[in-house]
């Protein structure tokens, strides 16, 4: 007779959970990437006003919060404010190259944040991986390759206006949305997300109204601000504020390098989307391809609990103010006993 015990099944459910948050962040990706593409077609070059009112609300619903639980800041603002910048930075590049080089290259390259993520984990957060894990990465790669050589077979690939500025901006911005991501599992962690959210959404929102007002000013006002030019903002302003909301629950449950995995099958989202909203004919390899991402998040997934181990736990003493950190400490010293 099999007995199940209440850790294994909590275990079993919260891989599932984080199986299905993180395609749920997949699609959110895929939606305001196509959100972009489309104020893109409409002349609209403006990177940073795209992601402004998502930061916006990040800001206005956290913000509330904080302030009705009148919460005790536990990590120290100026950290908050790198973060910030980083992610509105990371953002800004990675629209800046769909504007320069293909939508193959940005995929694949894009995939360079998957050892970035892995190495910082494992040297900031104290991840330790398993051959499991490692081979799962490796399948997930070896899907979205796939679906690179189904853009080549299939005759989609188009050099963009400036392949090579676009190359070095798509990895820029990976290696940017790793160190975000990564810093965001840390706080959400050993923090609270609510402060992170908050703090993310009002920084990032004064520095990319810094960085519109010097950059995109011009741009915005040659805008004829009609219904079809505001309701993509107002989607991506919503889909952003989503995003960010559901990352943080992954991260917390998860980590950084499952939510990375989990955005790879966000390019196999959109040839779906190609073939039943566009009715566009894509290549067969682009069906295996999603069936081996998918294969590869599942090996990652197994036994994550038992086989990821974190020791992270007593670095962020430095990142917190003393009597939470303190408080902290003393949380985990008995959970260790």
């Known amino acids: 007779m099999v007995f199940f015990s209440f850790n294994e099944i909590k275990k079993k459910k919260e891989t599932l959970i984080g199986l299905v948050l993180g395609q749920i962040l997949s699609l959110l990706s895929t939606s305001i990437g196509f959100t972009t593409s489309e104020l893109v077609r409409k002349g609209i070059n403006a990177p940073t006003s795209q992601s402004f009112l998502g930061y916006v609300l990040l800001a206005i619903v956290y913000g509330s919060i904080m302030l009705y639980r009148r919460s005790v800041i536990k990590a120290k603002w100026y950290y908050y404010f790198l973060l910030a910048l980083v992610d509105v930075e990371g953002n800004f590049l990675v629209v800046k190259a769909f504007q320069n080089t293909s939508m193959t290259s940005v995929m694949l390259l894009d995939c360079w944040a998957i050892p970035c993520v892995l190495v910082l984990t494992w040297v900031f957060l104290k991840t330790r991986y398993s051959l499991m894990k490692i081979s799962g990465v490796v399948v997930c790669i070896l899907g979205v390759v796939m679906v690179v050589f189904s853009d080549v077979h299939a005759g989609d690939r188009s050099g963009g206006k400036n392949p090579v500025k676009g190359d070095f901006l798509v990895i820029a911005a990976a290696t940017l949305y790793s160190f975000s991501n990564t810093s965001e599992e840390f706080f959400v962690k050993n923090a609270d997300r609510v402060e992170l959210m908050s703090f993310v959404g009002l920084f990032g929102a004064i520095i990319g109204a810094i960085q519109i007002s010097i950059f995109e000013r011009d741009e915005l006002n040659a805008i004829h601000w009609s219904t079809e030019a505001v309701l993509p903002y107002i989607g991506i302003a919503i889909g952003v504020f989503l995003f960010y909301t559901i990352l943080t629950v992954l991260l917390k449950t998860n980590g950084t390098a499952m939510f990375t995995l989990s955005l790879l099958t966000s390019d196999m ?25 998918a294969i590869g998040l599942i090996i990652y997934s197994m036994k994550e609990n038992d086989q990821e181990k974190q020791s992270g736990g007593e670095q962020q003493i430095k990142l917190l103010d003393e009597e939470d950190g303190d408080s902290l400490r003393a949380r985990l010293t008995g959970a260790s006993t």
């Open 269 to 293: 989202w959109a040839v779906l989307i190609r073939i039943f909203a566009y009715h566009e004919k894509v290549d067969w390899l682009y069906y295996l391809a999603f069936a081996t991402t």
